[in-house]
């Protein structure tokens, strides 16, 4: 049974990650039916705007470290890796997610329509950084947003570290980087990382407004326009930035601090990093 559901309301589209009980985080099998979900709904001519949201109270934790922890999917490390053992560290476990997810907001970003993130609860990690790659963001008022990566050791991917300095500016994108605060949706509206706050009790009615009124709005003229203001701001560099944040990721995720990390994650501790 997929976590991810497609449904439509006339001319919009709604991808929903349904697995709050793992935070609505992505293992293989939920990245491959995200990216699936994402490139239906991108492609789809019917469809004239997209809203991505989770199960009520979570957005997305993004790569599910449990699944990582337990060594992925023995199928899929076969495919990314031919003949080649599975390495000591977790640097192709986590390929086999971040390669799926990583194609969905390429997909995101080229679709000539918008797509909106509803943020119900909390973004973090690869779920901070797949709202980032949104076109709007809306947050309900107990929506939280943090970088999280640096809790385990890791350096940032999900298009996090393209989208943040774009964003809010270089100093506070070093400052979430660096220092990972956990902003609630008031200090993300603040720093610019989101559109707007709503109420919880008006959430879903509130954000399916915008999507109607973008949907009542004049498609093909949004998408060049969308491309337009993403071609100012260098967007056109997404799919080589996605690919030097895998590469990265997956080296620093062979390496000891992060089994450290993660080691201290599932011990609900604080992390002892060694620097290397």
């Known amino acids: ?58 957005f997305c934790s993004g790569a599910d470290l449990k699944s990582i922890r337990a060594g992925g999917e023995e199928a899929d490390l076969g495919y990314l890796q031919g003949a080649r053992a599975v390495p000591a560290g977790y640097g192709e476990i986590f390929k086999e997610i971040l390669e799926y997810i990583h194609s969905t907001i390429s997909e995101i970003k080229r679709a000539a329509k918008p797509f909106v993130a509803a943020v119900d609860g909390m973004a973090a990690a690869g779920g901070f950084g797949i709202a980032m790659a949104c076109d709007l963001v809306y947050a309900s008022r107990r929506a939280s947003f943090e970088w999280a990566y640096g809790k385990t050791g890791l350096t940032g991917a999900e298009s996090s570290t393209f989208f943040l300095p774009r964003l809010i500016g270089l100093r506070r994108a070093m400052e979430l980087v660096l220092l990972n605060p956990r902003l609630d949706a008031e200090q993300a509206l603040a720093m610019g990382l989101i559109n707007g706050v709503f109420p919880i009790e008006t959430f879903d009615e509130e954000v399916l407004a ?30 080589h930035h996605l690919d ?13 601090d992060f089994a450290e990390g993660l080691k201290g994650f599932f011990e609900r501790r604080p992390a002892r990093f060694g620097g290397r």
């Open 1 to 58: 049974m997929t976590s991810i559901r497609v449904e439509r309301e006339g001319p919009i589209g709604m991808i929903t990650i349904d697995r709050r009980e793992r935070f609505n985080s992505l293992d293989v099998e939920t990245a491959r039916d995200f990216r699936k979900a994402g490139l239906h709904c991108a492609r789809d001519v019917d469809l004239r705007v997209v809203v991505l949201k989770g199960a009520p109270g979570v």
């Open 244 to 256: 030097r944040e895998l590469e990265e990721l997956a080296r620093i995720a062979d390496g000891w």
């Open 210 to 239: 915008i999507a109607r009124r973008l949907a009542e709005g004049p498609t093909p003229a949004f998408g060049v326009a969308k491309a337009l203001v993403q071609e100012a701001a260098g967007v056109e560099r997404l799919d």
